[in-house]
């Protein structure tokens, strides 16, 4: 059976604190989504979202995207940026057109949507995105489509994600500086939400947690809309440092007992268990860890005593952000954790507990061609920003304009590339 035709490709870059991601991704003639290829290398030069090494962050986004390529056997010149940090804010704003009862026609809906480009107010941020989120018809909220339908005023709900300027110009000056057009910069709470919900729980009301290395973003669904969204400088990565604190470790080995060994939710044995600091390979080599025996082990419950110890911290946190964005007052709402830091076993135990909501671990949707290492939670964002890409959802600041949302499936991006590098140096 020959392969499927692509006639549309995507590539898109998720730069995180911990790790930078890249995707290749292809449209099939029977409109099904196929990962050409993905890859993903540490990140550099990245601290909480925001980039603190220019030359560091392109080097490291140029071999993710390098990566997905020779995957790939294919090559991308334009790519969908994810961004968590730089202060994003999420609000609703609404814009109403008269329209007299009569019959609702598209050159109704267009005009509304291009006039209602006046009620976007930056307020000195940047706009990353200003989306239609659904429709009025006098008043009455959640028309998909009005078109057709008679009414008095005909208003519409618009999504806007807002960011500081200074840092996504950062994020994009990396990306550019790797010879890469970017397409846009798209809030990794739209992405993960893309990957991860349902349009039934976006509609019913349910809060994304995104729990990355340095940042966790908490975002609330309603009626389909993304209605508020809180940042918490806080991620799983200060769990590994508290690790690396509390039994006098490096970093990568407290990392890696953090992801090996540790758990959220503790059991009898675990005071019993001792596990060994370092690798298989490793024995003899470096200090004796604090708590250890003559062996270089620690007792698994002291360090899930430190994991659980900076959790409860960081549900604090989430609880906070919750009650004020008023979700906490919804009874039987689901709250959904992703991201890296939502890989730790038994989280959604310990979040439920903690947060007396039902919680679920959101995954990777099934997408074909997508490697086994990449379909876990810390992947989610990336895999949204493809699925949003194809989605090629309206910006009401460019409804009208010809817009290119994808890249023709063929090697010259590699090409261009080259052309660009040599035209910046030579």
């Not at 709250?335 to 959101?362: C, N, S």
């Amino acid at each position: 059976m020959a392969p499927p035709r692509i006639t549309r490709v995507f590539g898109a870059v998720n730069i995180g604190s911990f790790r930078i991601s890249a995707i290749v991704a292809g449209m099939s003639e029977m409109g099904d989504m196929i990962v050409l290829g993905s890859g993903h290398r540490a990140s550099q030069g990245i601290k909480r979202g925001y980039v603190t090494d220019m030359a560091a962050a392109t080097y490291a986004v140029r071999d993710a995207i390098d990566r997905a390529e020779k995957m790939a056997d294919t090559s991308v010149s334009k790519v969908w940026i994810g961004c968590s940090g730089a202060g994003l804010a999420s609000r609703i704003d609404q814009f109403d057109a008269e329209i007299g009862g009569r019959r609702i026609e598209q050159e109704d809906i267009d005009q509304l949507l291009i006039s209602a480009r006046e009620v976007i107010q930056p307020d000195g941020r940047m706009v990353l995105h200003a989306q239609p989120a659904q429709y009025r018809l006098d008043g009455a909220h959640g028309v998909g489509n009005p078109k057709g339908l008679h009414a008095e005023r005909l208003g519409v709900d618009i999504h806007i994600m807002l960011a500081e300027g200074a840092p996504i110009r950062n994020l994009t000056e990396a990306v550019q500086c790797a010879h890469l057009e970017v397409e846009a910069v798209v809030g990794s709470p739209i992405a993960a939400g893309q990957a991860c919900l349902s349009p039934e729980e976006r509609d019913l009301g349910v809060a994304l947690v995104e729990f990355g290395a340095e940042v966790t973003n908490v975002a609330v669904y309603s009626h389909g809309l993304l209605i508020d969204m809180i940042s918490i400088p806080m991620g799983s990565a200060d769990i590994t440092d508290a690790v690396a604190s509390a039994f006098g470790i490096r970093r990568f080995q407290a990392e890696r007992l953090k992801c090996v060994n540790g758990s959220a939710i503790a059991s009898p044995h675990d005071h019993r268990e001792l596990i060994p600091v370092n690798a298989p390979g490793e024995e003899g080599t470096g200090p004796i860890a604090r708590h250890a025996d003559d062996k270089n082990r620690i007792p698994r419950a002291e360090l899930i005593g430190v994991i659980t110890g900076q959790l409860g911290i960081l549900m604090e946190e989430i609880n906070k952000a919750l009650k004020l964005m008023r979700f906490n007052a919804q009874r039987g709402k689901q709250v959904v954790f992703t991201g890296g830091g939502a890989e730790l076993v038994g989280l959604a135990d310990y979040a439920q507990a903690a947060l007396g909501k039902p919680v679920r671990i959101g995954r990777v949707p099934h997408l074909s061609g997508l490697a086994e290492a990449h379909v876990k939670p810390g992947f989610s964002t990336l895999a949204g920003l493809v699925l949003y890409a194809a989605a090629d959802p309206i910006d009401i600041r460019t409804f009208g304009k010809n817009r290119q949302g994808s890249v023709s499936y063929s090697g010259l991006g590699v090409v261009n590339r080259v052309y660009r590098a040599l035209r910046e140096y030579f």
